[in-house]
């Protein structure tokens, strides 16, 4: 078993609806959750960064850690045909330490 | 443009060859990553510096790997006799440790090796 765990996709949504996307884990011992956004042939862009439990939101975004279940979620509203990407979620142990991604999901807007 | 910086964008070579590439991180951060992504899977990472000590190496680095970062600013990631296994996206992240502040690793746009 991955340490992370992300369905590849791909996910295709009309434009305007809410995206919800999630990943599970199996080390309890991460503490520093994200979620980046990546074009094709671009880097990962940050999106969100949270640390333990609880929800925090950004605008369209909103990104939830449920550590007792070892599960992560990415929720977009209004989505647009711009949030055309691969999400990937990822995590960490410490503050500053290497990240771990899932897979990365694909994810198709329809205008 | 202050971002993390990668050149060249994309290398092609022939199998056996050595190729280097490098990373300009994000001014005054301390901190910088490798990571290397094949198709359809997320970044792996491969090592990371403190300003110029090498802290950590997965067991991915092979013997045929070597990353530097001699003055604590720009860093170089060298693959001797390549393999067809090498072709990839390699990227590089930086951030900045300062306290207790969160500081998230932001990446560049990678290095995409073809090995022919």
């Known amino acids: ?111 | 443009d202050t971002g993390v910086s990668q050149n060249p964008r994309h290398k092609i070579t022939k199998r056996g060859q050595n190729v280097t590439f490098r990373c300009d991180p994000i001014s005054e951060h301390n901190r910088l990553y490798w990571y290397r992504q094949t198709l359809g899977q997320g970044p792996e990472f491969l090592t990371y510096f403190q300003n110029e000590a090498q802290l950590e190496k997965s067991r991915l680095l092979s013997d045929r790997f070597s990353a530097e970062r001699p003055k604590g600013s720009f860093s170089t990631l060298e693959i001797q006799r390549t393999e067809q296994g090498d072709s990839a996206m390699y990227l590089c992240a930086s951030s900045l440790t300062l306290g207790l502040g969160n500081q998230p690793q932001h990446f560049g746009d990678g290095t995409r090796l073809s090995i022919l």
């Open chain 1, 1 to 111: 078993q991955k340490e992370v765990e992300q369905d590849p996709g791909p996910l295709s949504v009309p434009e305007g609806a809410i995206v919800s996307l999630n990943c599970t884990y199996s080390n309890s011992a991460f503490q520093y959750f994200m979620w980046y956004r990546q074009y094709s042939r671009k880097g990962p862009e940050l999106l969100m960064y949270t640390y333990s439990s609880g929800n925090k939101e950004d605008g369209r975004f909103t990104a939830q850690v449920d550590k007792s279940s070892k599960y992560i979620s990415l929720f977009i509203r209004d989505s647009q045909p711009s949030d055309s990407a691969t999400y990937l979620c990822a995590m960490s142990v410490g503050r500053d330490d290497k990240i771990i991604f899932g897979k990365g999901t694909r994810l198709h807007i329809l205008p």
